[in-house]
């Protein structure tokens, strides 16, 4: 990863250098801020290293929100990217929180309240996930968020010179040596190796999955995640219960059905700007086009909204 030459040579460390003021670490000078924590390769070209630490990093982290157990139905992505990799990592683990709910258990004599997922375990997850992913692939860390799980995906797999038991018993060999130590110094992971044994000791090594070309942490959830995220506010609403297909749903006429939040956010946006287009609903809900063009077409089916006018020209009319 050292001599892997960074895509762009204009860069500037502006987070990096106040996050090390922050923690009372003193920066004598560029030159031995980029020996210190091998940002140039023999040639004294920036590296990828140095790419991920600047302000200029395009690479980006992201959070991948579903309805159910798995990904046929994708709700709505965020994602973290145009800055330093370090201010990512923060971002990224205090979106996913928002998602950390708890469940009081009133079984036992004394109240206890179960947490949604460990937040120990999903921070040193997420940050292993970076220091640990092969930057070879071109691809950075994603977090899964499914309704009875957190899974936490980065690229490449464990060092050909690391055993499984060693991996286990808390030895860290990291892909990125540069980006781990500038996180070792910063205090975004607590000590080398100190990772692993956590999350095992919460969630078992069945936890990870190991393949030829990525690692895999699944942090299982006590009880299903019943929630969905107001994107406006960050809010979280509590999901509809579903329906007993036994049972035969009362109608009321008068009564309009039961709307998804993001059904809800689309009508908005329409009622706004009637000229929206799909890209900018895309952009602004942070949602796929294909997402976006099934819940108009759901929309429009209901009989809620309209296109008036031509393709291009036209308007979309909320009806009601």
């Known amino acids: 990863m050292k001599e892997t030459k960074s895509p762009e040579q204009n860069l500037t460390f502006n987070y990096l250098k106040n996050s090390m003021i922050n923690q009372g670490i003193h920066i004598t000078s560029d030159d031995s801020l980029y020996d210190s924590y091998s940002l140039k390769n023999k040639n004294g070209k920036y590296n990828i290293t140095a790419f991920l630490l600047s302000d200029q990093n395009t690479y980006a982290l992201r959070a991948i929100r579903f309805d159910g157990i798995d990904k046929s139905n994708m709700?709505?992505?965020?994602?973290?990217?145009?800055?330093?990799?370090?201010?990512?990592i923060d971002e990224l683990i205090n979106y996913v929180e928002l998602y950390n709910t708890k469940k009081v258990d009133l079984s036992h004599a004394v109240r206890k309240e179960i947490d949604l997922f460990?937040?120990?375990?999903?921070?040193?997850?997420?940050?292993?996930?970076?220091?640990?992913?092969?930057?070879?692939?071109?691809?950075?860390?994603?977090?899964?968020?499914?309704?009875?799980?957190?899974?936490?995906?980065?690229?490449g797999s464990l060092p050909y010179r690391l055993s499984m038991e060693s991996f286990f018993a808390g030895?860290?060999?990291?892909?990125?040596?540069?980006?781990f130590t500038v996180c070792l110094v910063l205090k975004i992971v607590e000590q080398s190796g100190h990772g692993v044994p956590i999350i095992v000791e919460k969630y078992g090594k069945e936890a990870y999955d190991f393949s030829s070309d990525s690692i895999v942490v699944t942090l299982k959830f006590p009880f299903k995640f019943r929630g969905v995220l107001n994107?406006?506010?960050?809010?979280?609403l509590p999901k509809k219960p579903q329906r007993n297909p036994k049972e035969t749903p009362k109608k009321n006429p008068k009564e309009k059905p039961q709307r998804k939040q993001i059904e809800i956010d689309i009508i908005k946006l329409i009622e706004n700007n009637p000229s929206i287009t799909a890209n900018e609903i895309t952009e602004k809900l942070e949602i796929t086009i294909d997402s976006v063009r099934h819940y108009i077409n759901k929309l429009k089916k209901q009989n809620v909204i309209k296109r008036e006018g031509l393709t291009k020209a036209g308007k979309w009319v909320v009806i009601q």
């Open 75 to 88: 709700l709505d992505k965020k994602e973290f990217n145009n800055q330093s990799i370090l201010k990512s």
């Open 118 to 155: 460990d937040s120990d375990c999903l921070r040193e997850a997420v940050v292993n996930s970076v220091v640990h992913n092969d930057w070879n692939f071109g691809f950075a860390p994603t977090v899964f968020i499914y309704e009875d799980r957190l899974e936490i995906s980065s690229y």
């Open 171 to 179: 030895k860290s060999m990291p892909m990125n040596r540069g980006l």
């Open 231 to 236: 994107i406006e506010n960050g809010q979280l």
